[in-house]
């Protein structure tokens, strides 16, 4: 054998170890793209609400007060926050024509016997952790009953700009009664 023939069988050999190393590199480099994208998910899951109860009343100004109740849970492996809630009440006014009135949460003594406790904001969620409770709105005063409340959606939204939302069609009427005499 002569030099070049060793020269150019050296090259090869290195050229094949080359492409093999590279081969492994691109593996190891899918498999950490892998794991950061699994992370980044589990980290971002974002946020799962459920309905508990939902009931009105008229408080003792005989301003009409919405309550409703809720579980929220982060489904993320990080705490995230619940920095905005709104309701959202969706009708239609006596000619049909459909409209939407955003409300905010207010503090508003809740009628007693509930058990969960009063939320507000902003919402702090442990990761993967749960927490219940009642949210309150008022209803503003020129808000009359000649609309027709089509369905009252709560949402929530994340600090990371997640949204999640609950409805219902149905609100249960109950009847407030002051205990002070």
């Not at 980290?43 to 409703?68: F, P, Q």
């Not at 492996?77 to 409209?99: D, F, K």
């Amino acid at each position: 054998m002569d030099t070049n023939t060793l020269i150019s069988l050296a090259s090869a050999v290195a050229a094949l170890l080359s492409a093999l190393y590279a081969a492994s590199a691109a593996r190891s480099a899918k498999r950490s793209a892998n794991v950061a994208e699994r992370q980044y998910e589990d980290t971002a899951a974002g946020v799962s609400a459920y309905l508990i109860d939902a009931y009105s009343w008229a408080g003792v100004d005989e301003r009409n007060i919405i309550a409703i109740g809720c579980t929220l849970t982060n489904l993320a492996s990080a705490q995230t926050s619940i920095v905005r809630t709104e309701l959202l009440v969706h009708e239609y006014s006596s000619t049909g024509t459909p409209s939407c009135l955003i409300l905010r949460p207010t503090v508003t003594d809740l009628l007693p016997g509930d058990n969960l406790e009063r939320l507000s904001e902003p919402l702090n969620l442990p990761e993967r952790g749960t927490i219940s409770g009642w949210l309150t709105f008022h209803l503003p005063s020129t808000f009359s009953t000649k609309r027709t409340v089509d369905k009252y959606e709560l949402q929530f939204i994340t600090a990371t700009g997640y949204r999640t939302s609950i409805s219902t069609h149905l609100m249960r009427r109950v009847k407030y009664e002051s205990n002070e005499n």
